[in-house]
């Protein structure tokens, strides 16, 4: 099959031949018909992730249609339309079964741990605890979206973040996981400020109801925020993961403010310091978001079939896999607006 390979972390990506994946007894093989791509494909290409051994095929968003199914699997079967979120669980473990596979203790993930999507085809274990069935209605490429950046925005926003109407709520770094927050947290009822770095970026989270605020060296984000919520916002998510993002969303809050961490904080902003002084006196509360669990999705697709939100104007770009190496070397200068997402017939 055809995929996206690099031989070395930062060696220029490329399209290869490469053998095709088995299909393991529970498991299935899906002919990958979308996959998006994600800052969390760039920092696999970087060598930030200690699960991810070269050579190797990146890509953990995607939408496509079972090509095999293994003898033990049982709610699926060729030619169903699915899903999967980038966290694949045991199902076994004392995390699955207490209903959080997004932490499963033996959890794989497809562009990490395995040969991923930007692929024709990818292998998911454990079928029947990991799949989601797509509505007939919902295309492949707003689907891709879902596995990451828009199911762990929801989560985040209204799981973890306990979002509710009329609340102020900061997002800090406006790609596809950020927008995602916008749109989910404006759903909501929630007012929505926006920080970000790029005039375009901040066009779209304006275009989806946020206040913008332009993040610079010179500014300080903090107090722009806090001036724009009337005194913090309430929740604060940093979508972006940076030590410069992270705490920026922490001071943004108002007394007894929740702040979520959704964007990895990998290599030197792995150890990032916070206001800790501002934690204890303020009360605040410090929460991580890790995906999104496969049987947590029926509650995000019925806010999406009742028209309440929808992934589809996230999209930026549409790409093909033979642009896939470009794109994702491009994310080390900068991030299209928006989503991006490869589209394979």
């Not at 932490?103 to 990818?122: H, I, K, M, N, Y």
């Not at 970026?201 to 610079?216: H, K, M, N």
């Not at 902003?269 to 605040?284: K, R, T």
């Not at 509360?285 to 049987?295: P, R, Y």
């Amino acid at each position: 099959m055809r995929a996206v390979l690099f031989d070395d972390f930062g060696a220029e990506p490329r399209i290869a031949d490469v053998p095709a994946p088995s299909c393991t007894p529970s498991g299935v093989v899906i002919r990958v018909r979308a996959s998006g791509l994600c800052r969390s494909d760039w920092h696999a290409w970087m060598g930030h992730d200690a699960d991810v051994r070269v050579p190797h095929v990146p890509g953990h968003e995607l939408a496509g249609v079972i090509e095999q199914a293994g003898d033990a699997v049982t709610g699926f079967a060729p030619g169903d339309r699915v899903t999967v979120p980038f966290i694949c669980a045991c199902g076994t473990c004392a995390q699955c079964v207490d209903g959080q596979q997004q932490v499963c203790d033996r959890q794989q993930q497809p562009g990490f741990t395995q040969w991923g999507s930007f692929a024709e085809l990818v292998s998911i274990p454990e079928a029947d605890t990991n799949l989601v069935a797509l509505p007939d209605d919902l295309d492949f490429v707003p689907a891709a979206a879902l596995g990451c950046r828009f199911a762990t925005a929801y989560r985040a926003v209204v799981n973890q973040g306990r979002v509710r109407a009329g609340e102020w709520v900061s997002v800090h770094g406006c790609g596809g996981v950020g927008l995602s927050a916008i749109m989910i947290a404006a759903a909501a009822g929630a007012r929505v400020v926006a920080v970000d770095v790029s005039t375009d970026a901040l066009g779209v989270a304006q275009r989806l109801g946020a206040v913008p605020v332009r993040a610079s060296a010179a500014g300080d984000v903090a107090s722009a925020v806090r001036e724009a919520t009337d005194g913090g916002a309430h929740l604060s998510i940093d979508a972006y993961g940076s030590a410069a993002t992270c705490e920026n969303s922490v001071r943004s809050l108002r007394k007894r403010g929740r702040h979520v961490q959704v964007g990895l904080m990998l290599g030197a902003d792995a150890m990032a310091s916070l206001p800790m002084d501002l934690v204890v006196a303020h009360e605040l509360e410090i929460l991580g978001s890790h995906g999104m669990a496969a049987h947590e999705y029926p509650q995000m697709l019925a806010a999406i079939a009742a028209g309440r939100i929808d992934p589809r104007p996230l999209v930026g770009r549409r790409i093909t896999l033979a642009e896939a190496p470009g794109a994702l070397a491009a994310m080390t200068v900068g991030t299209h607006p928006g989503m991006t997402v490869i589209e394979l017939p």
